[in-house]
């Protein structure tokens, strides 16, 4: 569905023309004041926006847009930012920026558990919004990161991961991945059976801390390991980071 406005067309909405091909951002915060406020700064930073107050506004308009962002306030009434992205990840891995008052690490740690793949406190710049989303969608656009050939397919277990397409497969399925995840295990890919240190994983979005990278591995453990308890493929190097137990 072809849209050309900054803003989805409704009440007190401001268009800003921008073109069909610019990135499509989903923001949603039950705040409308805020809500419009965000809409109109990243509609002026050339991205197009589509607002909504809840997350049933918001599923509702996802029917009708492929959206290439979710930027997501956490604390709504009724279904919370969390809970809305719980649903969005179970059938898509779109990219999303929570965004919150809540700023203690234990709700960005269940952020990043849910799959966020970044985390904004408020206040904030609203340059820094723009810088993150960016960020965001550059890593997603780029290949993973690593040290293998374009095209280069990596083997661990009965999964295969392309490094220039961030696709992971078990036999004929694919295997959904978030944009952190992917970003993870490209860089665990390209440098197969080596030792990574966290830092290497930590990302320029999310918070820098080894417990973020931590959540970020045992979300990918639950995807590829028979016991993610006791890893074989995507192992712990104490005192380091992880590897990745692949053939090349």
């Known amino acids: 569905m072809s849209e050309t406005a900054a803003v989805a067309p409704g009440a007190g909405e401001t268009r800003i023309e921008v073109p069909d091909h610019a990135p499509h951002v989903l923001v949603v915060d039950d705040d409308r004041r805020l809500r419009d406020l965000i809409a109109k700064y990243l509609g002026e930073n050339g991205f197009r926006v589509t607002a909504a107050a809840s997350a049933a506004e918001a599923r509702a308009k996802s029917e009708h847009f492929v959206f290439d962002a979710l930027v997501l306030d956490v604390m709504m009434p009724g279904e919370t930012g969390f809970d809305y992205a719980r649903s969005v990840r179970e059938t898509a891995d779109t ?39 960016n960020n965001i969608l550059k890593r997603i656009a780029a290949a993973p990161v690593g040290e293998a050939g374009p095209g280069e397919e990596i083997r661990f277990g009965p999964f295969t991961f392309r490094l220039d397409r961030g696709e992971l497969r078990r036999g004929d399925e694919a295997i959904r991945l978030t944009e952190r995840e992917r970003e993870i295990l490209g860089i665990l890919g390209g440098r197969a059976n080596e030792n990574v240190p966290r830092e290497d994983l930590s990302g320029a979005g999310v918070a820098l801390n080894e417990r973020t990278v931590d959540v970020q591995i045992n979300r990918l453990r639950r995807k590829i390991e028979i016991d993610p308890a006791n890893p074989l493929l995507l192992q712990t190097v104490r005192g380091v980071g992880y590897k990745l137990v692949a053939e090349r």
């Open 95 to 133: 990219p999303i920026l929570m965004l919150t008052a809540r700023a203690e690490t234990e709700d960005r740690i269940t952020g990043l558990e849910i799959g966020a793949d970044d985390y904004l406190p408020k206040p904030f710049e609203p340059r820094e919004l723009v810088l993150r989303l």
